[in-house]
């Protein structure tokens, strides 16, 4: 199975942005890198994917490095919403998720 | 919007009672899994279904089985509840098996086995 590392917990103020690192370095070609985050009390929801080019949705941007081995997830302005755990994936056949990082923000 | 529904969010069983844990999706998605999560396990994988009567073994199969009779519903089965089965467990369903496919989950069912 594909293998990531992510810190176990990061802290955030409130409306400043918050960068989420995740380091792949067994990636593979054709490995997607998927981020989904998992509020309290809830199922995991999607956050974005991305293949080799940096991705941007209404959640989030994705940047990933150019040798693949490495992103980061940023949320361009934190809300308490936006406590949750974080968790980067490659999706090799089936989705392993890993333990995540547990994002705090602070008011 | 994709909905992915559980039957409970909270259920209490007995050691060696049979279990029924029920999902339900609303988008006619070829895939559905089951998972449980676990603290400082992250999520692990049970079961997986890609078509109707379809089912493959995950990664922790052992003490747990799956129905697939309609395309919407997956049920998991616990034989004989133990009480290391106590969990959280969590369905979800896709569209394709791509590795671009985006996974969507239901709200998760706590079981807790006595």
């Known amino acids: 199975d594909a293998k990531t590392t992510q810190p176990n917990s990061m802290e955030s103020n409130e409306e400043e942005p918050v960068h989420l690192p995740c380091n792949h370095s067994t990636i593979s070609g054709t490995d997607y890198i998927h981020w989904y985050r998992q509020l309290p009390s809830q199922g995991p929801e999607y956050v974005i994917h991305?293949?080799?080019s940096n991705v941007n949705n209404r959640m989030a941007s994705l940047a990933i490095a150019e040798d693949r081995k490495s992103s980061t997830l940023i949320l361009h302005r934190a809300t308490l919403r936006d406590a949750a755990v974080y968790y980067c994936?490659?999706?090799?056949?089936?989705?392993?998720f890993g333990t995540g990082t547990s994002l705090t923000v602070i008011p | 919007d994709v909905k992915v529904t559980q039957s409970s969010r909270y259920l209490v069983k007995r050691t060696g009672e049979k279990v029924f844990l029920e999902c339900v999706q609303d988008m006619d998605h070829e895939n559905m899994f089951w998972y449980r999560q676990d603290p400082g396990l992250g999520l692990r994988l049970i079961y997986f279904?890609?078509?109707?009567?379809?089912?493959e073994k995950g990664d922790i199969p052992e003490g747990y089985s799956v129905s697939r009779e309609k395309k919407e519903r997956f049920s998991l089965i616990l034989e004989s509840a133990s009480t290391n089965q106590t969990s959280m467990y969590l369905c979800?369903?896709?569209?394709?098996?791509?590795?671009?496919?985006?996974?969507?989950f239901g709200p998760g069912t706590r079981l807790t086995v006595l």
């Open positions: 994936i490659l999706r090799d056949g089936q989705f392993y």
């Open positions: 991305g293949l080799t």
């Open positions: 279904s890609y078509d109707v009567k379809m089912k």
């Open positions: 979800a369903s896709s569209l394709g098996t791509d590795t671009f496919d985006t996974q969507y």
